[in-house]
């Protein structure tokens, strides 16, 4: 209790002397963890944290340095939620929130720090017990989703209200893909058609790819045209990310590792595990790439693999010297996937009716806990928008 005292008063002594650079450092020195609670001891630690710790640029870049050390030499804070439904067949995330697809037409929003469900969310614009699934993306303000039985959805990512639902590509016509960018929401159906919906204020800038079972395309989103490649890029699509200007793409059941393309120079920036795993999800944050592996038939296990995106596309780099992170979850059963997605600080892993939580950062320690079904709110439908 003294020594807790004599750290207030040096720290105090510190803040009358206006000794901001030495503060400033004794705070870059603690783990996250205690950063975390150094900002609720007062409003002054808390302003001084969050002005000269968090929005400072040079401490700031210390901070993120340390992050990828984190990320990649340490062993991560790991907290797993049971949901107990096994049908996830889609997830996506980012910092806040967690959403998980299902194959019944129906998904859930759960909060990333807490593991506590926010809402449902009924993807199919008719309720069905029958196989319909559902795929997702997330964007700043909206959450997005399509459906095997062709439903385009779009809500507020703050409290699942409903803001719009139709089949813009047929009534009979499934969608595969969907793309949730600051201005557009763009979805990809079997007939090779692509919506544009404007104006649902959430690709990469002005570009976005479209994957085809035999080909991708460059898209120019504010002139609403394909960029004509010099030669076209010829490439079985099952799943793919993009930032401008490679694409990141996996073949599911048709080929093995990951294919990465420059979409201007339509060239091969290079072909990763190509004579290892067949991958099926694919995912790309600001540094990181993440790919889970396809279960073809009754894997046991199924690898998750992270790469760092900026050694990829490096080729001075020779494949032997790419760093990755692997890691293997039981998919539950025959033809059940493993999915997997990364935030800022953690990757996040959906496998049988689990949800796992890996934080790099390690500024929180979760409690691992079940789900009841008596905890599940109600569904956000059709009558949201009444």
């Not at 990333?112 to 199919?124: D, I, K």
């Not at 989703?145 to 409903?162: A, E, F, H, K, Y």
């Not at 060239?267 to 540094?287: A, G, M, S, T």
Request: charged share 25%; net charge negative.
């Amino acid at each position: 209790m003294e020594s807790i005292e004599m750290y207030s008063e040096i720290m105090n002594g510190l803040f009358e002397l206006d000794l901001d650079e030495i503060i400033q450092k004794i705070f870059l020195n603690l783990d996250p963890l205690s950063l975390k609670n150094c900002k609720c001891v007062c409003s002054e630690w808390f302003e001084f944290i969050q002005k000269r710790v968090w929005n400072s640029k040079p401490a700031n870049k210390q901070l993120k340095k340390r992050l990828m050390n984190q990320w990649k030499f340490s062993d991560p804070f790991i907290t797993q939620y049971d949901e107990g439904i096994s049908e996830l067949n889609f997830l996506v995330g980012d910092d806040d929130m967690i959403v998980c697809g299902y194959t019944r037409g129906m998904a859930r929003v759960y909060d990333v720090s807490t593991g506590e469900l926010s809402f449902q969310l009924q993807c199919s614009s008719q309720p069905t017990r029958r196989y319909d699934e559902v795929q997702l993306d997330l964007g700043k303000t909206v959450i997005g989703s399509v459906t095997d039985t062709g439903d385009v959805t779009i809500w507020n990512r703050i409290d699942g209200t409903l803001l719009y639902q139709s089949k813009p590509h047929g009534e009979y016509e499934s969608v595969y893909g969907i793309k949730v960018t600051d201005d557009f929401v763009l979805t990809g159906a079997g007939d090779g058609s692509l919506v544009i919906l404007e104006n649902i204020k959430d690709a990469d800038g002005k570009w976005a790819v479209m994957g085809t079972r035999e080909s991708i395309k460059l898209w120019d989103l504010e002139e609403h045209e394909l960029v004509e490649n010099v030669k076209p890029i010829k490439v079985k699509v099952w799943m793919l990310s993009f930032k401008y200007p490679n694409a990141f793409v996996v073949g599911g059941k048709d080929w093995n590792g990951v294919q990465i393309w420059d979409m201007v120079m339509c060239v091969q920036v290079r072909h990763i595990l190509k004579d290892e795993k067949p991958y099926h999800n694919i995912h790309l944050n600001e540094r990181f790439l993440t790919i889970s592996e396809f279960n073809r038939t009754n894997n046991e296990a199924c690898s998750v693999a992270v790469y760092d995106v900026l050694e990829l596309i490096d080729t001075t780099i020779d494949k032997t010297n790419l760093w990755n992170m692997n890691s293997a979850y039981s998919p539950g059963g025959f033809f059940k996937q493993v999915n997997a997605v990364s935030n800022m600080t953690s990757l996040i892993v959906s496998h049988t009716s689990k949800i796992s939580v890996l934080n790099f950062w390690k500024d929180r320690i979760s409690l691992s806990r079940e789900f009841l079904l008596a905890e599940i709110p109600n569904t956000r439908q059709n009558s949201d928008s009444d």
